[in-house]
């Protein structure tokens, strides 16, 4: 098992502020307090500061970033339409729960109104709280009903400043974090200033408020901050007792809040199954946290009515079968370099074998195709065969799910952010190699503390579970642009430490025989000052400039559409459409939706392709038979889809249909050999002629530059 040594005196005395009294206290210059009260008063004083600078960076960047948003759309001066048409895609359906359990005439009929839901899919009742992570907005209207606000406070405010609220306690989380590994709330400082200059690839939170992630993300950097401090050494059993529940609290309300955190908890099992396999974490307490990860998954699922998508996790299935390879294999961790070896090459083949085996087990079982549309993505993106399926090739044409673009290294970059990071990362993976390598040979302990003095960092638990958590998480950016957010946060984290820590510099001088502490305080302490200096100066006058820049919502075709349907269609009509357009039609009028953008349902994405028939090459018969088979009585054809130009041949919705349904693409280029012409003109070009085949089962009632809407006959 890998051990840490205890600090020298020289370090700085935050790093002090968790090791045994017996340790002597250090000022920040690197001067040795005599005086056992003084080093007391003193570390008091720097958690005091500390806890101070990092509550207000967390109020400050909640402040700053619901100014931009109001400054961006004016959002106080607009109309309700508008501020709930601002609410894009998916957005707006998560909202349209909050707003309809505002709306209900009580608590519990608001909540029968979700557990049997019959107008976000028509013809068919759903439980919206199995099939979506909305209990969030459940709490927050049922906290708006009860609490004496109403009168100062509308329901949209008090639902964007909670989200804004969020991100306060993700940046003090980030800022803990750094302050945990480094010894120096100074690092989260660093941590907290990075994490603002780069908001565009840290967050989105002020375009994007309801998106589940916006949720999710602070609980997860909260789950992070209480796995690193449980990491640390010299716990007492009440502090290991309280920080347990800390992390099951913080992964409970994450895994709550966010469909996709099966995939990130998974990731992170990943990075803990790594380290304990090379010995780098203590085994009871990665025992536990894989108890916690499948305890908190399983409690969701319960909420959830037993969610099929969550119980066939790959999560639960993986830790599971860790579990148990461990009760199988004993004495993994004894013997030479190659027993070793040998011993984790079977043991990581029987975890592997277990979790297929037991995923596929439940899969079958239970008759689970919830997520199977993310493993035909994954498959196609990784170069599996090229694939047919729309809802692969729907995933894999949309930008967010391509890779990490190059010119967000610039931006990290400008920041100095991304030279620091790669600097702290080459250094801390090769020590880590280094102490994984003398691990497994099995040296004797008088050698191993030896050999490894001069690489003391890789030793600290909390510090390897952050290396591997940054490596996987870049891993997953640089694959998914979209995931990029839970990579860049953790980063400046990440490079804050390094930049912070006595022991990086401790290790570099020692490297270059320079090494006094007085001169490794001095560097650490110049170069985070000068860096700091550098990013008040080159970016506190952009975002001065971005403060001061007043810009207002603006889109009048989408308003005269919603404000169309709520006076000239009845309160029972069913709207048919492009699955973006219908969340906002669900939030501004109330209408019955036949799909929506809530894509974890196979049935959903089924529906979903057939609905969008109207934008391929079919024949008015086959478009009206379709429709009417889920009871639409209005259809919406948006000229954007239509005559799409965003993306290339190929990637265009109206392509992806072409070649789902066999057909040669529009324009120019080549076309695959057994794709053939189709019979019919493409419907959403063809019905605006207004010929007698179309006007059989369609007349158009409403027109803009944008939208066009038709009402569906209905024939005997």
Request: positive net charge; aromatic residues 12%; contains cysteine.
């Amino acid at each position: 098992m890998t051990t840490v040594r205890q600090r020298r005196a020289g370090k700085g005395t935050e790093a002090a502020e968790d090791q045994p009294s017996e340790e002597k206290n250090v000022k920040p210059d690197g001067k040795i307090l005599s005086d056992h009260t003084g080093g007391r008063l003193w570390n008091i004083l720097s958690i005091s500061v500390g806890g101070i600078v990092a509550l207000s960076l967390g109020l400050l960047t909640s402040v700053y970033v619901a100014t931009l948003h109001e400054n961006d759309l004016w959002f106080s001066n607009i109309k309700e339409v508008e501020r709930e048409i601002s609410f894009r895609t998916e957005c707006g359906l998560y909202y349209s729960y909050y707003k309809q359990m505002i709306q209900a005439a009580s608590i519990q009929q608001g909540l029968h109104g979700l557990v049997y839901d019959n107008k976000t899919e028509s013809v068919r009742t759903i439980n919206i709280l199995e099939r979506m992570n909305v209990y969030q907005e459940v709490l927050l209207s049922i906290l708006y009903r009860i609490l004496p606000i109403q009168q100062y406070l509308e329901p949209v405010y008090f639902y964007i400043y909670t989200l804004f609220g969020l991100q306060a306690v993700y940046v003090i989380a980030l800022y803990v974090t750094s302050w945990l590994l480094s010894g120096t709330w100074l690092s989260g400082l660093l941590a907290a200033c990075w994490y603002i200059t780069n908001r565009t690839d840290t967050t989105r939170v002020e375009f994007t408020i309801p998106l589940r992630e916006n949720w999710a993300l602070p609980f997860f950097a909260v789950q992070i901050a209480a796995i690193t401090y449980l990491l640390r050494t010299h716990l007492q059993p009440v502090q290991e007792r309280l920080t347990l529940t800390a992390v099951f609290i913080a992964t409970f309300l994450f895994s709550l809040t966010w469909q996709f955190n099966q995939f990130m908890m998974l990731i992170q099992a990943l990075a803990l199954f790594i380290l304990d396999c090379f010995d780098m974490l203590p085994t009871a307490k990665v025992t536990w946290l894989y108890i916690i990860q499948i305890s908190a998954l399983l409690l969701v699922c319960v909420l959830q009515f037993f969610n099929s998508m969550i119980l066939g996790s790959l999560l639960i299935s993986f830790n599971a079968s860790v579990l148990i390879a461990r009760t199988i294999q004993k004495n993994l961790k004894k013997g030479g370099l190659l027993n070793r070896l040998g011993k984790l090459i079977l043991h990581v083949l029987l975890v592997l074998c277990l979790t297929l085996l037991i995923n596929k087990f439940i899969k079958k079982s239970l008759n689970l195709e919830s997520d199977e549309h993310i493993f035909k993505f994954l498959k196609a993106k990784f170069g599996f065969g090229a694939t047919r399926d729309f809802d692969a090739n729907l995933y894999l044409c949309e930008e967010a799910f391509g890779l990490l673009p190059l010119n967000t290294f610039s931006r990290l970059s400008d920041t100095l952010l991304f030279y620091v990071y790669v600097f702290v990362l080459f250094l801390m993976t090769v020590a880590a190699v280094i102490i994984a390598f003398q691990n497994l040979s099995g040296s004797n302990q008088v050698q191993f503390m030896e050999k490894m003095e001069e690489y003391t960092i890789t030793l600290k638990p909390d510090a390897a579970y952050n290396l591997i958590h940054t490596v996987l998480f870049g891993c997953l950016a640089l694959s998914t642009m979209r995931m990029k957010y839970l990579w860049t946060s953790h980063m400046c984290v990440f490079a804050s430490f390094g930049l912070c820590s006595t022991e990086v510099w401790k290790l570099i001088l020692k490297c270059i025989h320079l090494y006094t502490s007085q001169r490794t305080h001095v560097i650490k302490y110049s170069i985070l000052i000068i860096t700091l200096l550098y990013i008040s100066y080159k970016f506190w006058p952009g975002i001065m400039d971005e403060l001061s820049e007043l810009r207002e919502f603006y889109d009048p075709d989408t308003v005269e559409l919603m404000n169309w349907i709520k006076s000239s269609t009845p309160n029972t009509a069913v709207f048919a459409g492009s699955m973006q357009l219908l969340a906002g039609v669900k939030l501004c009028t109330g209408r019955t939706l036949t799909n929506h953008p809530h894509y974890e349902d196979k049935n959903l994405r089924e529906r979903t392709k057939q609905i969008y028939q109207i934008y391929a090459k079919r024949s008015p018969e086959d478009v009206y038979r379709i429709l009417r088979s889920f009871g639409t009585d209005y259809v919406i054809l948006e000229d954007s889809i239509c005559y799409e130009r965003r993306h290339s041949r190929g990637c265009r919705l109206r392509d992806l249909l072409d070649i789902a349904n066999g057909h040669i693409m529009d324009g120019l280029g080549e076309n695959e050999p057994d794709l053939k012409p189709s019979l019919y003109p493409r419907f959403c070009e063809e019905i605006k002629k207004n010929l007698p085949p179309y006007t059989i089962h369609f007349t158009r009632v409403f027109q803009n530059k944008t939208f066009h809407v038709y009402k569906l006959a209905k024939h005997k």
